[in-house]
C-alpha cells in the first residue's frame, strides 16, 4: 500500500503568499528555488507544489511544468498538460498559460507575458489588430473574471496595454502639461526671438522637423546677444553642425587653433568641448545666455564613454556637472523637435519652470513616406536605383569593423556599380572634407551614393533637390528618435526606404546594472570604496538616469520608431511583395560580401607591418582617419596587441583574424592574465578578488591549468552553481560577493536557464571568460543525456598559443 505523501509548498522569499493554516513550507529566492527542485524532486518524502502570487506566476508556471509538479496561484491549483517547454516559443508558451488559466492571477501575468512577445512583432509580422485577436481567441473560455468573459478581459486589457504603450512613446518626444510645463502657441518668425530678449526663463521650441527653430529662433539669438555683454553660448551635438551653424571666429573650434584665450563675446561648440574643456569652461562660466541644439543628442554624447578621454563613467559624470551648470543660465533655450518628457522632469527637479513653444508659422505641408522592407531586397533595390544613376544617400548605424553591415553596404556598392561611395563619417568631415556641410550643394556634386554615419548629421538640415533617393539601414544602434531624425536630413526628399535588422540589441536596464556594466575599468582598478563613494554621486546618477531612458526607448524597437514615424506625420508601406526565391539570391550575395570584405582584410593584416612611428601617428589621429586609414590601423592594432611585427602566411593571417574576432578575444585573453597572477596586487587590488574566483571555477570543474583541457559532470556544475549563489570572499575587511563580481564582469549567471538546458551555465561562462568551448558527450538513447562535458582540445590550444603571444609563458 503506497504512502500518502504530505504536501509541502514552495514560496518565493518577500512575496507575501497566504498558505492554508497549518500548511508546510519553505521559501526561497527565484535563483534558490531552481536549484532546490533540481536536487529534491525525486524525494518521495513530499509532494511539493510552488505556491507564488500573481507576480512570479508565469515563472511558477515554468517551472512547474518543467518538474511534473502541481502550482498553486493565491490558493488555485494547476496540474498543466501538453505544454512542451522545450519546442514552444515564447508566444506559444504563453498562449498555451494563458488558455489554461482558471484564475485571475495568471490569467493577467501571462496575458501581460505574451502582449510583451507580441508587441516585438508589430507591424512586420502582425498588425495591432491581429495582435488583439490572437490574445482574445487564447483566453480561455470557462474563465470569467468578477462575472465578465475571459475573453472580454483579454480585449480591454489588450486595448489598454497599446494605449499606454502610446503614451510612453509620446513622451519620448514631448513634455507633458504640468503645473511647471506650460505650453504657449507663438510665431518663431516674427515674435519668440523679441519675447525671449525681454523674459528670461526656460524655453523649448519642440515644434516639428524644418519649423524653423534654428533659422529663426536659435541664431537671431546668439548673434543679438553676441553683441552685449551676456557671452551666449551656443551648444550642438557634433562639430558637423556647429560649423554649419556659426563658421566663423565665434566657432570654438576656431578660438582653440588661433588663441590661448577666448577673444568674442560668443561662442559655439559641440557639447563634448563645452563640458570638458577648461577653456570653454571658463568662458561659460562668466555666460549668462545657453542656447542648445538638440538638446536629447547633446546629453546622450556626454554620457557615452566612447566620446569622452579617459573613456570612464566618472569622466561622464564630470562632464554631466558641468552640463548642469549651463542648464542654470538665467535663460536657456533648447532647440528639439524630440524633445522628451524625461528631460522635461529633470529640469524641473532643477526648480526650472518651463514654457514649450509651438510654432505659429505656416510652414509646408509634411508629406513624407516610409517604405519597409526586409535588408536584403532593400539592399539590391538601392544598388538598382545606383545603376540608373540616381543619386542617392544612405545612412546605416552597423559597425565600421571589417565584416559588418556598414563596411557590407559600402562594398556593395563599389562591386556593383563600379564607384566608390562617398563615406561621411567623423573621420571623413575632421579630416577631409571640413566644410562637406557649410556647402552641402558643392560636396554633394562628387559622387553618386553619400554613406552616411547618422551621429555626424545630427541636427543638420539639408535643403536640395540633388538627392533621388534616401535610404535608412537601421541596425537598432541609434535611438528611436534619431532615427526619425535622420530621415528628415533631406528635407525636398519625401520618400525614405528602410530595413530594420533583425537582431535586437538587449541592454540591461536599471541603474545599478547600468553601473556595474559602465564602471568596469574603475571595477578592476578601485577599491570598493571609491566605487561606492562614485555610485551615490548626484552627477553619476544624473548619467546613469539618461543611459536608462534611452535603453527603456530602445524595447520594442521596430514598433516604437514606427509609432515615432506615425506621430510625425510619415505615411508607413510595408513593402508586401516579397518574392522567396529573390530573398534568398539576396541572402546568397551578402554572404558572398561578407567573405569578400573579411578576405580583403586578412590581405591588409598579411601586408601590414607594425610601425611603432607610424602606428602612434595613425592612433593619434584615429578620430579623423578615413575609412582605408581605419582598416590599417584595425590591422596594426590587432599586431600589436598579439607582439607581431609581421605575418608572412596567409593561412596565419586568416587564423588570427579568426580566433581575434573583432577585438573580442581580448578581454577573455586579459581574465587568462589574471588567472596566471600577472598583475600587482597593490596597483591593482580588485584583480586579486577576480584571480580567487577564477581559480575556484577551475578547481570546481577539474580544468587542468596548464593545457586548459578537463572532464566534468553535471555534480561539478551543480557544485560551481552552489558557489556562485553562496560564496562570499573577504579580502582586505571588505566582503565581495562571488555571483556579484561575475555579473560586474559581464558573465550572465542564470541559474534557472542551466536548469532549463543542463550545462549553459558552465558553457556561457567558460566562453565568456576565457574563450573556451564546452563540449557535451551524449549517452544513451532518446532524449540522449549528457553523460559528461569536456573542452574541446583545439580552441584550447589556440587560446594558450595567443595568450603566449601576447603574454608571454609567464
Not at 20 to 37: H, I, K, R
Not at 389 to 403: L, M
Not at 408 to 413: L, M, P, R, Y
Not at 720 to 740: A, Q, S
Request: proline residues 2%; charged residues 25%.
Amino acid at each position: 500500500m503506497n504512502q500518502l505523501k504530505q504536501k509541502k509548498y514552495l514560496c518565493i522569499e518577500k512575496s507575501g503568499i497566504i498558505l492554508p493554516e497549518g500548511a508546510l513550507f519553505d521559501s526561497f529566492y527565484q535563483d534558490e528555488l531552481t536549484m532546490f527542485l533540481n536536487e529534491q524532486c525525486e524525494l518521495e518524502e513530499f509532494t511539493f507544489i510552488i505556491a507564488v502570487t500573481k507576480h512570479d506566476a508565469v515563472y511558477g508556471a515554468e517551472l512547474a511544468i518543467r518538474h511534473g509538479i502541481s502550482l498553486s496561484v493565491e490558493g488555485v491549483e494547476y496540474k498543466f498538460e501538453a505544454i512542451n517547454l522545450e519546442k514552444y516559443t515564447n508566444e506559444q508558451k504563453y498562449r498555451a498559460l494563458l488558455a489554461q488559466a482558471k484564475e485571475p492571477q495568471l490569467f493577467e501575468s501571462s496575458l501581460q507575458s505574451l502582449l510583451n512577445s507580441l508587441i516585438k512583432k508589430i507591424p512586420l509580422k502582425y498588425t495591432k489588430e491581429e495582435v488583439i485577436k490572437l490574445v482574445v481567441d487564447a483566453a480561455p473560455t470557462e474563465l470569467q473574471i468578477n462575472g465578465i468573459q475571459a475573453s472580454v478581459v483579454a480585449f480591454e486589457k489588450a486595448k489598454i496595454f497599446f494605449e499606454d504603450q502610446n503614451k510612453k512613446i509620446e513622451d519620448f518626444i514631448q513634455p507633458r502639461e504640468s503645473e511647471f510645463v506650460k505650453v504657449i502657441k507663438m510665431s518663431y518668425q516674427n515674435e519668440l526671438v523679441e519675447h525671449i530678449k525681454s523674459n528670461p526663463g526656460v524655453y523649448i521650441l519642440n515644434d516639428k522637423m524644418g519649423s524653423g527653430k534654428s533659422q529663426s529662433v536659435i541664431l537671431p539669438l546668439f548673434n543679438y546677444f553676441s553683441t552685449t555683454d551676456e557671452k551666449p553660448i551656443l551648444i550642438a551635438p557634433t562639430k558637423a553642425l556647429t560649423k554649419q551653424l556659426v563658421n566663423d571666429a565665434r566657432n570654438y573650434q576656431y578660438q582653440k587653433k588661433n588663441n590661448n584665450n577666448i577673444t568674442v563675446s560668443g561662442v559655439a561648440a559641440c557639447v563634448i568641448s563645452a563640458t570638458t574643456n577648461w577653456k570653454y569652461k571658463k568662458f561659460s562660466n562668466q555666460s549668462k545666455i545657453s542656447l542648445i541644439e538638440e538638446y536629447e543628442e547633446c546629453e546622450s554624447s556626454l554620457c557615452s564613454k566612447k566620446l569622452m578621454h579617459p573613456q570612464t563613467l566618472s569622466r561622464c559624470s564630470e562632464a554631466m556637472d558641468h552640463w548642469l551648470t549651463l542648464l542654470q543660465k538665467q535663460t536657456v533655450v533648447i532647440a528639439d523637435a524630440m524633445f522628451s518628457n524625461f528631460s522635461a522632469l529633470q529640469l524641473v527637479k532643477m526648480r526650472k519652470n518651463i514654457t514649450v513653444v509651438k510654432n505659429t508659422d505656416i510652414g509646408f505641408p509634411f508629406a513624407k513616406e516610409l517604405i519597409i522592407q526586409p535588408y536584403e531586397l532593400h539592399l539590391k533595390s538601392m544598388l538598382m536605383s545606383l545603376k540608373n544613376d540616381d543619386k542617392v544617400a544612405a545612412f546605416c548605424d552597423g559597425s565600421h569593423a571589417y565584416d559588418a553591415k556598414f563596411k557590407n553596404i559600402q562594398t556593395a556598392i563599389e562591386k556593383e556599380t563600379g564607384n566608390k561611395p562617398i563615406v561621411v563619417d567623423r573621420g571623413y568631415i575632421d579630416k577631409t572634407n571640413p566644410e562637406y556641410f557649410v556647402d552641402i550643394e558643392k560636396s554633394l556634386e562628387e559622387g553618386s551614393c553619400h554613406l552616411y554615419s547618422p551621429v555626424i548629421t545630427s541636427g543638420v538640415s539639408i535643403v536640395t533637390d540633388a538627392i533621388s533617393s534616401v535610404h535608412i539601414f537601421a541596425c537598432q544602434t541609434l535611438l528611436p528618435t534619431q532615427l526619425i531624425q535622420s530621415s528628415g536630413r533631406f528635407r525636398k526628399s519625401n520618400v525614405i526606404h528602410i530595413s530594420f535588422s533583425s537582431y535586437e540589441h538587449y541592454q540591461t536596464t536599471g541603474l545599478n546594472h547600468i553601473f556595474n556594466e559602465q564602471a568596469y575599468e574603475a571595477y578592476e582598478l578601485e577599491s570598493k570604496n571609491d566605487l561606492a563613494k562614485l555610485k551615490k554621486d548626484n552627477n553619476c546618477i544624473k548619467v546613469l538616469e539618461r543611459l536608462n531612458h534611452n535603453r527603456i526607448m530602445r524595447r520594442n524597437y521596430v514598433y516604437v520608431s514606427l509609432k515615432l514615424f506615425d506621430k510625425m506625420g510619415y505615411k508607413i508601406t510595408i513593402d508586401g511583395t516579397t518574392n522567396t526565391k529573390e530573398l534568398a539570391q539576396s541572402k546568397k550575395y551578402l554572404k558572398q560580401i561578407k567573405k569578400f570584405d573579411t578576405d580583403t582584410f586578412i590581405s591588409v593584416v598579411q601586408q601590414a607591418e607594425y610601425d611603432n612611428i607610424n602606428y602612434h601617428f595613425l592612433q593619434k589621429s584615429e578620430q579623423d582617419l578615413i575609412a582605408s586609414e581605419l582598416l590599417k590601423l584595425e590591422a596594426m592594432t590587432l599586431l600589436q596587441f598579439y607582439n607581431l611585427t609581421s605575418i608572412e602566411e596567409k593561412s596565419e593571417a586568416a587564423r588570427l583574424v579568426e580566433f581575434d574576432d573583432k577585438a573580442k578575444s581580448r578581454v577573455p585573453l586579459k581574465n587568462v592574465s589574471i588567472f596566471h597572477k600577472q598583475f600587482c596586487e597593490v596597483k591593482e587590488p580588485k584583480k586579486a578578488i577576480i584571480c580567487q574566483i577564477f581559480d575556484e571555477i577551475f578547481s570546481i570543474l577539474n580544468i587542468n591549468v596548464t593545457t586548459f583541457t578537463g572532464k566534468y559532470y553535471s555534480k561539478n556544475v551543480d557544485e560551481l552553481i552552489n558557489y556562485i549563489c553562496t560564496k562570499k570572499i573577504i579580502f582586505k575587511n571588505e566582503e565581495y560577493i562571488v555571483r556579484k563580481e561575475l555579473i560586474k564582469l559581464g558573465c550572465s549567471t542564470s541559474i534557472t536557464l542551466e536548469f532549463n538546458k543542463r550545462g549553459v551555465l558552465t558553457r556561457e561562462l567558460l566562453k565568456k571568460l576565457f574563450k573556451i568551448t564546452q563540449i557535451s558527450k551524449r549517452s544513451g538513447t532518446g532524449q540522449r543525456l549528457t553523460e559528461y562535458y569536456y573542452l574541446c582540445p583545439d580552441q584550447s590550444s589556440n587560446v594558450l598559443y595567443y595568450y603566449n603571444l601576447r603574454y608571454g609563458e609567464g
